[in-house]
């Protein structure tokens, strides 16, 4: 449940800064099979610690994307 929750504000954000007009954003099956796979060896399902790694590991995903975006390294997806 908290899942569907947090998928919210990304879309809203992408509305407001998103260029492209044909990209679909939402959650996606695989985002949340890498996340539970990364997390499992970590805490057990369902437990605080284990939405506070989540947490963390979004964040971390996160700002990844946005450091890369400012250094202008795009390219790196044509690959």
Partial sequence: ?????????PQLVYTLFGTSKTLAVGPVAIIALMTGAALSSIAATGTETYLQAALILSLLSG???????????GFFSNF
């Avoid at 449940?1 to 504000?9: K, N, P």
């Avoid at 700002?63 to 390294?73: D, E, P, Q, R, T």
């Fill in 1 to 9: 449940m908290v899942g569907l929750y947090a998928s919210i504000l």
């Fill in 63 to 73: 700002g990844m994307l946005v450091a890369m975006g400012l250094l202008k390294m």
